[in-house]
């Protein structure tokens, strides 16, 4: 399967770091073998039909910054030219998240879908803002649009409502869909102030470059609206979620929860209305999970409530869901 990569963070080098290792079983058991063709980030690219050498590709990225000095004869074809003229089967985006105009994601799934490749994105902005016209441009050029790794990181929460709970119609449901905040709620409620948790937040690398988009519910929104869509079969986007963030929470607030038997958590809901904000949730309750945790509870008609945990987050975690995907499309490709 050719692949091209968007964006060579730590997920795109988790993602090639995991192919690596999983070569041999990937091909024993599914039958994958995946080739990727071309990589760009921000500064340049590499690209090789015949297969690009991974460990060549990563120690370039860590030498120099760029995949653009993978090759000593150097292409200077734009990420976008690539998508255009690239023969392959699949494009992975991993770009950042931009809750603005989703750019430049939304332009390499738009250009790679209209040239009938398959797209997983693990990008949430173009879903955030788009999700409905994206599923219908993917229907229209007949090819899958995956984004598993976009709502729970590696914890397949998507195809758990999807897939596992199929025939059920599910009623509601609420989540803590966003690590950073949990952890700093969480060490808010063992006595650390907003600011020094956030500090501590910011030295483990948890905090978004853009702090706004954890601290002010963005991130969560966004997984709101792809759950929303893809579960509940809402046509919604970002500016339909009623969203608060955790700046205006206090230490009293958490005091008082606490006396109460309960914790603060941003939870993102969906019951009668699509909802990001800080909540009261009991301790004895499943989906009160400390630390960068996820967890999200889903009630259905007649199965009840569930609740998954799990990590939402890290490079290989969210790697292991493209990889999800890939499997997903290469079955797909295999019945037709
Ligand atoms: N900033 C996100 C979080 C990362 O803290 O959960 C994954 O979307």
Redo the contacts with the bound molecule.
């Keep these: 399967m050719r692949i091209i990569i968007c964006g060579f963070g730590v997920v795109g080098q988790s993602l090639v770091k995991l192919f690596e290792s999983r070569s041999e079983d990937l091909y024993a058991k599914y039958g994958l073998k995946p080739r990727v063709v071309g990589v760009f980030d921000s500064k340049g690219s590499a690209v090789d039909l015949s297969g690009i050498d991974l460990e060549k590709l990563v120690a370039a990225k860590k030498k120099f910054g760029s995949v653009k000095n993978y090759s000593k004869i150097k292409n200077n074809i734009s990420g976008l030219n690539m998508i255009k003229n690239l023969d392959a089967d699949v494009l992975v985006e991993t770009t950042a998240s931009n809750y603005k105009d989703a750019e430049p994601g939304m332009t390499h799934i738009t250009t790679a879908m209209k040239k009938k490749m398959h797209v997983i994105s693990v990008n949430k902005g173009p879903l955030a803002l788009a999700f409905p016209s994206l599923l219908e441009l993917a229907a229209y050029n007949q090819v899958m649009l995956k984004f598993s790794g976009t709502v729970g990181?590696g914890t397949p929460i998507l195809d758990y409502a999807k897939g596992s709970l199929r025939g059920e119609r599910i009623t509601s449901f609420a989540g803590i869909l966003?690590?950073?905040?949990n952890y700093i709620l969480t060490n808010m409620a063992n006595g650390l102030s907003f600011e020094s948790a956030l500090k501590d937040a910011k030295n483990k690398g948890?905090v978004?470059a853009d702090e706004s988009?954890?601290l002010d519910g963005l991130?969560a929104a966004a997984k709101l609206v792809i759950l929303a869509n893809w579960i509940m079969g809402m046509k919604v986007t970002m500016p339909d979620i009623k969203c608060t963030g955790i700046r205006n929470v206090t230490t009293d607030d958490i005091k008082n929860a606490a006396k109460k038997n309960c914790a603060i958590k941003l939870l993102a809901s969906c019951n009668r209305e699509l909802e990001v904000g800080p909540k009261e949730v009991s301790l004895d309750d499943p989906l009160c999970v400390n630390g960068?945790l996820?967890a999200i509870a889903f009630t259905s008609e007649h199965s009840g409530t569930q609740t998954i945990i799990g990590k939402?987050?890290g490079g290989m975690e969210t790697a292991s869901s493209i990889l999800r995907d890939l499997l997903d499309i290469r079955k797909e490709i295999a019945k037709n």
């Design positions: 990181g966003n690590g950073t905040t948890y978004e988009l954890d991130d960068t996820n939402g987050a």
